[in-house]
């Protein structure tokens, strides 16, 4: 088994092992899939852009040609020196290109081939987890510890720290694919620019506008009490590949938007002018369910549902073989309270 355990990867990316030069990295997490790629294609060559050095292949090429790869992989360097062929897989069965260059390795090239989320019989997988030439790296969705010490590198950078209940909220509003998590914080670190401590209303601010459009169908029939569309919804939120943690998240969002335009309505204002005014406005065609939404929620309830949906983030990071099921009877039980209008 030539699985890289989780624990050691950042290791082998830094200083790939050059007796394992075909490296696999896939898994859900396609934010932290594309960035895991890019760091061993840097430790692989010395100029990424230079197309004698590094050759680009899509799966798709390669099912058509699959000679096509053992042909680039033991390509001579015009220059001398290290090259790499970076594969994108995509959906695409390559294992018929990769079979012949595992029984040839190669010497003087690393094979980097970029895939989805790939099940155990996967034959693209199951190839380089069996060969000794061949390192496996899985992609899993960032623990609470992973997103922290993302979170810390890139406030260190920024030379800023974070309020306690900033980093807690923060914390909450990430997950699911890591490129996605390291951009929002980035972003917030931008947002914070010339200041010391990033406060709890910065996040709020910042990172919880982030868009959740593909996910607007299973969060709108939640928090609208709609119960018997938040199974379908949940589905199709799945089958577009948004993993659990990303629905929590973007749940999240959405409760802390509803709790910002109940406060505006209590005040006295419009629901519809609340809906058109809010920063991004609601678009039309989910304003029926976001005014059933702010029409069966308080503040003190939507704050407790904000609450509820934090922990099951964080138990979701805790037990990663659940997420899923957390995820959609936390959504169902919100479903349930805002139909009943209860606490």
């Known amino acids: 088994m030539t699985t890289v355990k989780s624990s050691e990867i950042d290791r082998f990316i830094a200083k790939p092992d050059p007796d394992r030069p075909i490296v696999l ?5 396609a934010g932290l899939v594309r960035e895991r790629v890019e760091a061993l ?36 360097p015009l220059f001398g020196g ?25 010497s003087d090239c690393r094979v980097i081939i970029e895939a989805g989320d790939l099940g155990r019989s996967s034959p693209l997988r199951t190839l380089c987890e069996k060969a000794k030439v061949a390192a496996a790296l899985p992609c899993y969705a960032d623990s609470e510890r992973e997103l922290a010490r ?3 590198e890139e406030m260190r950078a920024a030379n800023l720290t974070l309020a306690p209940d900033a ?37 709020m601010a910042v990172v919880s506008d982030a868009s959740a459009m593909a996910l607007d169908g299973v969060i709108d029939a939640a928090f609208a009490g709609k119960t018997g569309e938040v199974d379908i919804e949940f589905g199709k939120a799945r089958a577009s590949s948004a993993s659990p943690a990303a629905i929590i998240s973007a749940a999240i969002r959405q409760v ?20 058109k005014r809010g920063a991004p406005p609601v678009h039309f065609s989910r304003e029926a369910a976001v005014g059933a939404a702010l029409r069966a929620w308080t503040p003190a309830r939507l704050l407790r549902a904000m609450a509820e949906l934090a922990a099951a983030s964080l138990d979701m990071r805790r037990n ?14 919100l479903a349930v309270r805002a139909r009943r209008k209860e606490s």
């Open 256 to 275: 802390a938007n509803l709790h910002k335009m109940k406060l505006a309505v209590e005040a006295g204002e419009g629901i519809e002018f609340v809906m």
């Open 320 to 333: 990663a073989a659940l997420a899923e099921a957390i995820a959609q009877r936390t959504l169902l039980s």
């Open 167 to 203: 980093r807690s909220a923060l914390l909450a509003l990430l997950g699911g694919d890591r490129m996605a998590s390291r951009n929002e914080v980035r972003k917030l670190a931008l947002y914070a620019q010339g200041r010391k401590t990033v406060a709890l209303a910065d996040v």
């Open 82 to 106: 290290c090259r790499a062929v970076l594969v994108k897989a995509g959906s695409r069965n390559i294992a018929a290109a990769l079979e012949p260059v595992l029984a040839s390795p190669p």
């Open 25 to 29: 990295v896939f898994g859900p997490d």
């Open 150 to 152: 993302l979170i810390d």
């Open 41 to 76: 294609v840097r430790a692989s060559v010395d100029d990424p852009n230079d197309p004698f050095v590094l050759a680009r292949i899509e799966g798709e090429e390669l099912s058509a040609n699959p000679v096509r790869l053992l042909e680039e992989v033991h390509t001579i």
